[in-house]
């Protein structure tokens, strides 16, 4: 078998031969990728496919069953919890619905980070600092709301300044534009532009939103059944030949699970009719 030659040196983010298995489901089988550092990377693919896992396994909140993980050239997968402690006060991380403290304002949303890895001297300039990050995502202002009162567009960004509270290096967005109308995504959209731009931060996004890929991204990877089945720039994916690609971007059904569905017009037994209840 070949080794695929992908040095720590490559990237500042960089996965080698990296499997992941459980039980008997193979999750990730043999991913070798180097992120680019102050580069957006796009991950897509369909439900199931690995992306979720793979985003979990850049910060070891999940360990390899085989392969390796590197951070800045640190191999990072082997280290206990309380090294990796440090390690991820480089990385932010975006979910997908905002994951915001229902109990704690916006401003106290945003210093939790901080409070959890860095002791605090200064209440006046941290609440400088707040006021920096929230004017960064244009929501400067809403310190003392709190998540209830926002939409969910608004909890989206108030999500993103606290990703970006202790000054990351990577940002990890998972799905940061689902459930949001089309207008309030492209917002995300261009906060996900700015922030790489103006804070030279390296962004890896987990979509199943082609629209956003396509603006966001400097590279895009498409995972299929834990593999790489695509790498490449907006247009090289747009325009890749592998069915199975342009299945997913045209979001169109093949054939066969589309056959399934049909089934040939049978109607089974289960399709009760509304006298079957009637109670005569």
Known sequence: MTRVEVKPGDGILVTRNLTKIYGERVALEKVSVAIEKGKTTVIIGQSGCGKTVFMKHLI???RPT???VFFKGQRIDQLHNHELAEVRTSFGFCFQMGALFDSLTVYENIIFPIQQHREIKDFKVLGELV????????MDGYQHQYPASLSGGQKKRVSLAR???LNPEVVL????TTGLDPITSDVINELI???QRELKITSVVVTHDMKSAYKIADRII???RGKIAADGDADYIRNHPSEVVRQFIEGRIGEADLAALRLGGTKFPTQFQ??????T
């Open 60 to 62: 070891a909140l999940e």
């Open 66 to 68: 085989e392969g390796e």
């Open 131 to 138: 006021k920096l990050k929230l004017a960064l995502v244009g």
């Open 163 to 165: 990703a970006i509270a």
């Open 173 to 176: 967005y998972d799905e940061p």
């Open 193 to 195: 532009i700015k922030l």
């Open 222 to 224: 498409m995972l299929h």
């Open 274 to 279: 509304p006298e079957d209840f009637s109670g």
